[in-house]
């Protein structure tokens, strides 16, 4: 079994439907954030990372009892260009899958997006702005918080999963179990995704630290929640 993409039919056309209409608007608001927010320089750098994280997600890891996990890939899209453009970033890698490679499937193309790109890029960044305000001020530490928040992301899209299936799942496994293995397997998976994310973050963060979103200077006071979720810079 590999995790995270949802399958055709896994999740009910009711549910399916409502996940692809929250996926529209959050890519909608996501493209007219960037649209704001986005420099000419960075612009290249959102189609490498597309780039990259699709070529990451083709190379699956074991995790347990027959299971595989692989890079998701929202923390290290959002570290590098910000939230928006992150999402953005994954879902187009999400959207080529599903429509070339039949990894995850059509009519769940929402689910997945919600749970992947959305979930994984904001909530992901959030945990990461914590994590390096707690960690210290030295952008030595962004590679660390980035992936200690890479660590959560797969949990938290697991634990999405949980409530969809709950909402329109097929019942041919109980709630409970799917929460209990969803969670669990997501949380070695989570711990691979960190050492990736850490260490992609870590390589570029040698080579131009620039170019890292994350990276940028904060000021003494608590990062503005707004300007986080709009993907504002971190200054």
Same mark, same amino acid.
Do not use: K
């Given at each position: 079994?590999?995790?995270?993409?949802?399958?055709?039919?896994?999740?009910?056309?009711?549910?399916?439907?409502?996940?692809?209409?929250?996926?529209?608007?959050?890519?909608?608001?996501?493209?007219?954030?960037?649209?704001?927010?986005?420099?000419?320089?960075? %612009?290249? &750098? +959102?189609?490498? *990372?597309? =780039?990259?994280? @699709? $070529?990451?997600?083709? /190379?699956?890891?074991?995790?347990? !009892?027959?299971?595989?996990?692989?890079?998701?890939?929202?923390?290290?899209?959002?570290?590098?260009?910000?939230?928006?453009?992150?999402?953005?970033? %994954?879902? &187009? +890698?999400?959207? *080529?899958? =599903?429509?070339? @490679? $039949?990894?995850?499937? /059509?009519?769940?193309?929402?689910? !997945?997006?919600?749970?992947?790109?959305?979930?994984?890029?904001?909530?992901?960044?959030?945990?990461?702005?914590?994590?390096?305000?707690?960690?210290?001020?030295?952008?030595?530490?962004?590679?660390? =918080?980035?992936?200690? $928040?890479?660590?959560?992301?797969?949990?938290?899209?697991?634990?999405?999963?949980?409530?969809?299936?709950?909402?329109?799942?097929?019942?041919?496994?109980?709630?409970?179990?799917?929460?209990?293995?969803?969670?669990?397997?997501?949380?070695?998976?989570?711990?691979?995704?960190?050492?990736?994310?850490?260490?992609?973050?870590?390589?570029?963060?040698?080579?131009?630290?620039?170019?890292?979103?994350?990276?940028?200077?904060?000021?003494?006071?608590?990062?503005?929640?707004?300007?986080?979720?709009?993907?504002?810079?971190?200054?």
């Amino acid at each position: 079994m590999l995790a995270m993409h949802i399958p055709d039919g896994f999740i009910d056309g009711p549910t399916s439907l409502l996940a692809a209409v929250v996926a529209v608007a959050g890519v909608a608001a996501c493209l007219r954030t960037t649209s704001r927010t986005l420099d000419e320089r960075q %612009v290249p &750098v +959102v189609g490498l *990372v597309a =780039a990259f994280v @699709f $070529a990451v997600q083709m /190379l699956n890891f074991p995790v347990a !009892n027959g299971t595989s996990g692989h890079l998701m890939g929202g923390v290290l899209a959002a570290v590098l260009v910000g939230p928006a453009a992150g999402a953005l970033a %994954v879902t &187009v +890698v999400l959207a *080529v899958q =599903a429509l070339l @490679f $039949a990894d995850g499937g /059509l009519s769940a193309l929402g689910l !997945n997006v919600v749970n992947i790109a959305l979930i994984g890029s904001f909530a992901g960044f959030v945990a990461f702005a914590v994590l390096r305000r707690l960690l210290g001020r030295s952008t030595s530490v962004v590679p660390l =918080a980035a992936g200690l $928040a890479a660590v959560t992301s797969p949990v938290l899209a697991a634990i999405a999963f949980t409530g969809e299936y709950a909402a329109g799942g097929n019942d041919a496994v109980s709630v409970g179990s799917v929460a209990w293995t969803m969670i669990g397997v997501h949380v070695l998976i989570g711990i691979g995704e960190g050492v990736i994310t850490a260490a992609a973050i870590g390589a570029v963060m040698a080579l131009r630290p620039d170019l890292v979103h994350g990276a940028r200077r904060l000021e003494r006071e608590p990062p503005d929640p707004a300007a986080i979720v709009t993907g504002a810079p971190l200054r």
